[in-house]
């Protein structure tokens, strides 16, 4: 259970957070038009020379108001193709090609900027290069601001499995600028909307319920709702990272939804879907099984489905992936020990748990019956 408390909605001044990892301690900020603000960078740069890594959709955008902030630095900057296709090993070199035909040294700080493929391929030739090197978040997207840029996973896909190939690696800091949230398209923000409802699963009740309250102003783009979600996101992951970094436990439960969400990725080929409306799907599916095992009361499934939808979200799977390709995929997951399957479920909202107790006739019927409608 989350120890966060009631909810109060912050208003939109800047907010700092911080994730609590002894040495390895970074500050999150989170606030309108911190992104062109040298104080918050300042600090947590290595040398004098910056790497911006980012995509051709991000790059137009923000690199100006970003590089403005940090004139006082040398800096180079490597524009990747935007997509979850490419969060791959082929992709992930040209950072390295960057680093290498400039000379950087291991006094380079690289600088993710964009949503969670460009933060999580940042970071992991942050982990490798030079055997590891120092990097900043500033992350652009919804799902970006309230997880993946915080908590060090890093990575890219493999064929046969969603982000199978990476390091934890921590960032200096995270630079959450709200204000870029104002060009992300409404499928994005619902695809990010779909983690933020995780928490409240997991292990945050008054925050699923305040969900519940707060949905329609968070897809209006509420800049309190939206700011409120950020920060109290970012509480409980820095929560959990704190007390797991490595997901030897409690970590593990950040996964509810994702290992039915990855093999809708990798099963219709990784961008078909997008990995927040797969977390979605996965979200109620978890739930369904919950309720199957008898765990879950039918109508906090309700609940589920009905937060789900109302995000603008889709809540069933696609019909065209059959459940042995279903069983095939879930078996590529990094939850997966001594070859048994272990899957995030639910004794109801706010209350999640890791369990390899899965009767594998209950899986197959929560798989069939989601394909069959
Ligand atoms: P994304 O990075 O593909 O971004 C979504 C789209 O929005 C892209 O087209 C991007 O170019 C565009 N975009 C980004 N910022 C924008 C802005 N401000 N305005 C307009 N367009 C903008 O996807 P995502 O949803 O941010 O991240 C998904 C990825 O994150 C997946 O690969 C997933 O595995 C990963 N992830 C990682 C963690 C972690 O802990 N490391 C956690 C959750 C998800
Ligand atoms: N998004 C899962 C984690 O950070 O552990």
Redesign the pocket.
Known sequence: MSTLGPISEAGTGRQQLDVDLGARSYPIFIGDGLLSDPACYRPYIAGERLMIVS????AP??LDALRSGLAAFEIDQVILP???RF?DLATLNRIFDALLERRCGRDVTIVAL???????MA?FAAACYQRGIAFIQV??????QV?????????V?HPAG??MI?AFHQPRAVIADTA??????DR?LA??LA?VVKYGMISDRPFFDWLEDRVAALRARDATALATAIARSCQN?AEIVAADERESGQRAL?NLG?SFG?AI?AGTG??TW???EA?GVGLVMAAQLSVRLGWLAATDLDRIRNLVERCGLPTEPPADLPSERWLELMAVDKKVQRGRLRLVLLKGIGEALLTADIEPALLQETIDQAIRR
């Open positions: 995509n051709e959709t991000v955008l923000y935007d997509g979850e969060k964009g949503g969670g493929v460009v933060g999580d970071g992350p652009t997207t919804l799902l970006a997880d993946s840029s915080v908590g060090g996973k890093t990575g896909n969603k982000n990476g870029t949230l104002a060009t992300l398209p994005e695809a990010g983690e992951k950040l994702h990855h990725e990784y961008g997008l990995h927040g977390v």
